[in-house]
């Protein structure tokens, strides 16, 4: 069966109205697939979603799951739909074939794929990430979790560009073929312990980036990070660590006021630390980790100094909020655990 064939003709259900929910519902029709899309909120609670979804022409219930899922061929499951729901238990309990939307879209990616994960930083080095390249004039587009969701912009990738792709574990946990040139793990705290059994459980998801990737392809690892230091990250591809405490033989770290890059057999001088932009240490990471994808990826020091240079950061993440009676407001709403906060 052609990837076209998986969607051509079948029909998909989707669980979830939400962004990308749609964002998958979307790109079926595009390719002629028909779409069902199910959601336990009432009606009267989707508006907007069901006139979308009436645009396309698209099935669709609301109110709950029912067993109209059993019927379609394959299943995409938005990422904040809990695995307990009685439905989603029985569809992996039949064995019907269940992908997130970031499985689906990369399906059609001609470019290709750098995917960033982690605890903290993902907006942050995924909007670096794409900055540091439209500085070098290589084409990429934004999106995952962050901006749009892969699939409504996966058709827009040519085949000499790249997605850079904030991924979730929620979005991991689905995956089956997704495999990212440049996979990024930037750190690992606890976080979303209301969803798995431990922490274990968390990270084996994080993990997950990694899983399809092959020996051509590049897993950026974070040298300080004393959970990702502990474990043996199974993967086929290359393992390549940047670092803000100490020299590295092969990657990018922090020497002196310097961040550092050694790829290649050739040592290169990126930018001074006190240039960056962006403050703060976990921020130095984040430009690490950027910079190291983007020598990977053949582009010049000097472009990657460009970007971190004048690279802003993103909107509510340590966002300067002005001074009010002698107080300076730093807005970061963005913070989503408690690790993010003392990150901050």
Partial sequence: MTIQERI???KVGIIGMARTGLAAARLIHRLGGRVFVSDSKKEEQLAPQIALLKELGA????GGHTEKL??????ILSPGVPKSVPLVKRIYEEGLPAFSEIELASWFCKGKIIAITGSNGKTTTTSLMGAVLKSAGVKNVVCGNIGHPFADVVLDIPSDGYAVVEVS???LEDIEEFAPHIAMILNLTPDHLDRYDNFEGYKKAKYRVAENQQPSDFLILNADDTVIEKNNIATRAQKIYFSTARSLPIGVFQRGQMLIGSVGGKEYEIIETGKIRIPGPHNLQNAAAAALAALLIGIAPNQIAEALATFPGVAHRMEDAGIVAGIRFIN???ATNVDSVCYA
């Fill in 8 to 10: 051509k003709g079948r």
């Fill in 59 to 62: 099935e669709y219930e609301t």
């Fill in 70 to 75: 059993l019927r379609c061929d394959f299943i």
């Fill in 169 to 171: 574990n929620f979005q």
């Fill in 332 to 334: 970061d709403s963005k």
